[in-house]
């Protein structure tokens, strides 16, 4: 699980998930899958991940998600030059 979502292969995770992949399951520095796919701006797979969750998130990674979809919306990007 957390190969796809460092990867963003929302395909792989999707099929995993139904599977009955632990989508909870921590990698060697204790990040989830939900959180590698926010680090590395997988926004398609933070909203699968972010469904398919056994339980509440936690705040670290409930900051990484409110943190990546706030720089992800045209609001805060830089207006084009003309």
């Known amino acids: 699980m957390c190969l796809a979502a460092v990867s963003g292969n929302a395909k792989v995770a999707g099929q995993l998930i139904r599977a009955g992949a632990d989508v909870n399951a921590v990698d060697n520095n204790g990040k989830t899958a939900l959180m590698l796919a926010v680090i590395n701006g997988h926004q398609s797979l933070v ?15 409930l900051t990484l998600i409110l943190t990546f979809t706030l720089t992800s919306t045209s609001i805060f990007r830089p207006c084009p030059r003309f």
């Open 47 to 61: 909203e699968l991940l972010s469904l398919n969750l056994d339980h509440d998130l936690d705040p670290t990674t």
